[in-house]
């Protein structure tokens, strides 16, 4: 079944603990995105990636780091989590203008 | 800056009532405008791309049309199932960036 997955599913974290949301796709798709979703704000674009190795500021990248060592894989980090990154995170793959969502990360940051 | 509008905010209407949703875009060079599907705690579900002014596509209760400013998403005789948030996002030639708007919460009333 293609599909993209997300780990974890809830996250309660505190300020400044280093935490890794991992997302991955089975579909070889080169395109790959990170989202945040925010009430009253919409979907937000934090970074995508073209493809292995390649990887670009979306429009909310401050605070996050990414990579994309393989193409299935695309892990978002934040090495210093604060609490105006508590928000519901979406991974998704692209092939061709469709987008394939992730089942959503949901942070709490104390 | 490129940017995407929807309205109305929230919709209401009972079954079979249809209607339109708006979404309003100012994008450079647009390659694609996408509506998606969104339930409550899921991540978004593809529903349609459009590439040019004129262009329709539909499915099922669902009719998607582009203008060289907006788009509309027609619902005809639309069921509580169809209850919702719709969103809609563009790229465009200049980058490869997706925006989004800020969706239009749609609740059909049996």
């Known amino acids: 079944e293609a599909q993209v997955t997300q780990n974890p599913r809830y ?10 949301v991992t997302c991955s796709q089975n579909m ?19 970074y995508y990636s073209m493809n292995v190795e390649v990887t670009d500021k979306g429009d909310v990248p401050e605070g996050y780091k990414v990579s994309r060592k393989e193409k299935r894989n695309f892990p978002l980090i934040l090495e210093s989590p604060s609490p105006n990154q508590t928000s519901l995170y979406f991974c998704a793959s692209i092939r061709g203008e469709t987008q394939y969502f992730g089942p959503g990360t949901r942070l709490l940051v104390l | 800056e490129d940017q995407v509008t929807q309205s109305p905010e929230a919709l209401r209407l ?17 390659r694609g405008l996408f509506w998606y599907r969104q339930d409550p705690g899921k991540g978004p579900e593809f529903l349609f791309t459009l590439y040019s002014a004129g262009e329709e596509k539909e499915k099922e209760r669902l ?9 509309f998403l027609h619902i005809t005789a639309p069921k509580p ?10 790229a465009s030639y200049r980058d490869d960036k997706i925006i989004f708007g800020k969706g239009t919460r749609l609740h059909i009333l049996p």
């Open chain 1, 11 to 20: 996250l309660i974290t505190v300020t400044g603990k280093k935490l890794t």
């Open chain 1, 28 to 46: 070889n798709h080169e395109y790959m995105s990170w989202y945040r979703q925010d009430p009253g704000l919409g979907l937000r674009q934090i």
């Open chain 2, 14 to 30: 009972q079954e079979g009532e249809s209607s339109s949703l708006n979404c309003s875009y100012t994008v450079s060079g647009l």
């Open chain 2, 63 to 71: 009719k998607a049309t582009l203008t060289k400013k907006e788009s």
């Open chain 2, 81 to 90: 199932e169809d209850s919702a948030t719709y969103l809609c996002a563009s």
